[in-house]
């Protein structure tokens, strides 16, 4: 582990020099589009012990160029080693963390995502009151109202038999 670090200790000069020929705007979207390939590919099913084995190098590679992508904008080399070591240990450690955690405890699972909900909330008050009603709303929307409204309207399903069937 400290031989990870200091790697990316002795990589911050030429991480934070890597895309200077690059526009702001370039960077900025393409590291929207990988944040979004990070969440697409990612292994939820590692991280909800579902399977015992982390698969998901596409979503794990998104995941870390985008972070070099925004560290390549810092000033200084050790704001450089600060983010890449932080998107290391949230990006590729942290799901193990999880993975462990949830086939150990599924109290200590969920204790673990109210508190992330909360810090995150926490964070995003900070920012702007309405993106925090709508991060809220929309987690809440996700987490009950979409599983309780097919609940619902599982009764008005139509099952459809036919010689396909037998």
Same mark, same amino acid.
């Given at each position: 582990?400290?031989?990870?670090? $200091?790697?990316?200790? $002795?990589?911050?000069?030429?991480?934070?020099?890597? %895309?200077?020929?690059?526009?702001?705007?370039?960077?900025? =979207?393409? +590291?929207?589009?990988?944040?979004?390939?990070?969440?697409?590919?990612?292994?939820?099913?590692? /991280?909800? *012990? $579902?399977?015992?084995?982390?698969? =998901?190098?596409?979503?794990?590679? =998104?995941?870390?160029? =985008?972070?070099?992508?925004?560290?390549?904008?810092?000033?200084?080399?050790? #704001?450089?080693?600060?983010? &890449?070591? #932080? $998107? !290391?240990?949230?990006?590729?450690?942290?799901?193990? /963390?999880? #993975?462990?955690?949830?086939? @150990?405890? %599924?109290?200590? @699972?969920?204790?673990? %995502?109210? &508190?992330?909900?909360?810090? +995150?909330?926490?964070?995003?008050?900070?920012?702007? +009151?309405?993106?925090?009603?709508? @991060?809220? *709303?929309? &987690?809440?929307?996700? %987490?009950?109202?979409?599983?309780?409204?097919? &609940?619902? !309207?599982?009764?008005?399903?139509?099952?459809?038999?036919?010689?396909?069937?037998?």
């Amino acid at each position: 582990m400290i031989l990870l670090f $200091a790697t990316v200790l $002795a990589l911050s000069p030429v991480l934070r020099t890597l %895309t200077n020929t690059f526009s702001d705007d370039t960077i900025w =979207a393409l +590291t929207s589009i990988l944040l979004v390939a990070h969440l697409y590919f990612h292994d939820y099913g590692y /991280v909800n *012990a $579902a399977s015992d084995r982390f698969n =998901a190098p596409v979503s794990l590679n =998104a995941a870390i160029f =985008a972070s070099v992508c925004l560290a390549s904008r810092l000033q200084s080399n050790l #704001h450089v080693f600060i983010l &890449i070591s #932080h $998107a !290391i240990q949230l990006f590729a450690l942290f799901p193990n /963390v999880r #993975h462990h955690l949830k086939k @150990y405890s %599924t109290d200590l @699972y969920i204790g673990l %995502t109210v &508190i992330m909900f909360v810090f +995150t909330s926490t964070l995003l008050m900070g920012l702007s +009151t309405f993106v925090t009603v709508v @991060y809220i *709303a929309s &987690i809440l929307s996700i %987490t009950f109202v979409g599983p309780s409204w097919l &609940i619902f !309207i599982q009764k008005y399903k139509n099952e459809i038999n036919g010689p396909w069937d037998e």
